[in-house]
């Protein structure tokens, strides 16, 4: 039986465990990194935003400023955690370019941006498994949640190429790790109702969409998804990896 005190349940399904969740100062990360919190984990935020720094002690983690796309940062995060907490089991790979997004077309887009953007979006996931992955090795194994998007197997530029290369990254760790006991899955959100999604889709756009493509005539909310990350990261999933896991509202059907 678990008991709630002081904003956490006192031996949940994380208690003793430790867990990176990256881009978690806002939106769909904060939400990820409070309920692994709830759930008794001790929790790294891992941001460019200050705002994590709230986030953190709120939730009675550890804010460290951390640039996913620079291996120095992504090492230092890593070795944040270890030193705080003693070990790490887990990482969510939530932090991404998207709220600020330029719209251009892959032929046309900035070579420089596009740099930026695909060392943040992609291969940061891939940073932070690197850095991560000797300590989940020490405690015998654990958990990466890395985030996609239905943008994978949709028309989106090279935010839909960047998340398609997550999918990628997802299933090639999966393999590469999963002798060492370290479980490699996705979450591919749908439209989610976030500060960073309005910012990017125009409104009008928004309910089209809703009506057109979703069966479930309705955004999503950061809290549809955290059920879906909590689950992959404990030993329920124990037998689950490599796996891409749409929460869309029906938005995609993949055969």
């Known amino acids: 039986m678990s008991r709630f005190e002081g904003g956490r349940f006192e031996g949940g399904r994380f208690e003793g465990r430790v867990a990176i969740v990256t881009g978690a100062a806002q939106g769909i990360g904060e939400a990820y990194a409070r309920a692994l919190a709830a759930e ?38 890593a070795d944040a955690a270890a030193g705080r907490f003693g070990g790490i089991d887990y990482l969510v790979n939530n932090a991404a370019i998207f709220g600020t997004m330029r719209l251009d077309f892959l032929f046309t887009v900035d070579w420089d941006y596009y740099k930026r953007f695909m060392a943040v979006n992609m291969d940061g996931a891939l940073l932070c498994a690197r850095a991560v992955r000797p300590h989940l090795e020490r405690r015998g194994g654990g958990a990466i949640v890395n985030q996609s998007s239905t943008a994978a197997w949709q028309y989106s530029g090279f935010y839909g190429l960047a998340k398609a290369g997550v999918n990628g990254i997802t299933q090639q760790l999966a393999h590469e790790l999963g002798g060492m006991g370290i479980r490699v899955n996705a979450i591919a959100p749908g439209p989610i109702d976030t500060e960073a999604n309005r910012a990017v889709v125009p409104e009008g756009m928004v309910k089209k969409i809703v009506r057109d493509k979703l069966a479930l005539k309705r955004l999503g909310t950061p809290e549809d998804l955290t059920g879906m990350c909590l689950f992959l990261l404990s030993d329920e999933a124990s037998w689950i990896t490599g796996q891409i896991f749409n929460v869309d509202g029906g938005e995609v059907f993949r055969s």
Do not use: F, K
């Open 40 to 77: 008794g984990a001790s929790v790294v935020i891992a941001d460019v935003g200050e705002r994590g720094a709230a986030v953190a002690e709120e939730v009675g983690g550890l804010y460290v400023h951390t640039d996913v796309s620079d291996p120095a940062s992504v090492q230092a995060m």
